[in-house]
């Protein structure tokens, strides 16, 4: 059984954070999504919204045989792996601008739990600028977000921002 995290902010999830999934889903036997319960940040969406938002829009996924679950976590993210009996982190990246921090991170979790691997996967060309902090700006500027994330996302965004 390959188990692999897909951790992060999910703040909110991307068609970008997706289509790493289901190219994650044909790796693994199983991916956990866990959503860092980070109090020092002030969310767009509550970790209970994340939970919730993600789990139905995986459902999609899950019906065609994607095996993924979502979850939430505190703390350090390889006690959390080791806890959900997992043997991978799975992390996007994007750019060669993200690598060097992930490099970092994936050298840190490496020297704190040895026996989790940090596997680094590339999404689609088309997701390769998305990002939840640019979909957050354009969004609260008004700009158009619809190709960037999955639409119960920006409904519920509109829903917050009380533009409906
Ligand atoms: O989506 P993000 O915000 O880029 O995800 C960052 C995340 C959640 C992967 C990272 O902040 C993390 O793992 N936090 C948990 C605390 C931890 O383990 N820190 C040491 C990492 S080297």
């Known amino acids: 059984m390959r188990r692999a995290i ?3 902010s999910f703040d909110p999830v991307t ?3 997706l289509d790493i999934i289901e190219r994650g889903c044909k790796l693994f036997d199983e991916i956990i999504i866990g959503i860092l319960v980070n109090p020092e940040k002030t969310p767009f969406f509550s970790i209970e919204e994340r939970q919730e938002m993600l789990t ?3 459902m999609d996924l899950s019906k065609g045989g994607c095996n993924v679950r ?3 976590f505190r703390g350090l993210l390889v006690n959390y792996a080791v806890a ?3 043997n991978a982190i799975v992390r996007g990246i994007r750019a060669i601008s993200d690598y060097e921090y992930e490099l970092q991170m994936a050298l840190m979790n490496r020297r704190l739990e040895p026996s ?3 596997v680094f996967m590339m ?3 088309t997701y390769s600028y998305v990002s939840s902090r640019l979909v957050k700006e354009v969004f609260q500027l008004g700009g158009p977000i619809d190709a960037l994330v999955p639409p119960l996302i920006e409904k519920r965004m509109k829903e917050k921002m ?3």
């Open 6 to 8: 897909y951790p992060g």
């Open 15 to 17: 068609n970008g954070h």
């Open 56 to 58: 139905e829009i995986l």
């Open 70 to 72: 979502v979850d939430s």
């Open 84 to 86: 959900q009996e997992a």
């Open 116 to 118: 989790i691997e940090t």
């Open 123 to 125: 999404p689609a060309e």
């Open 162 to 164: 009380n533009k409906v």
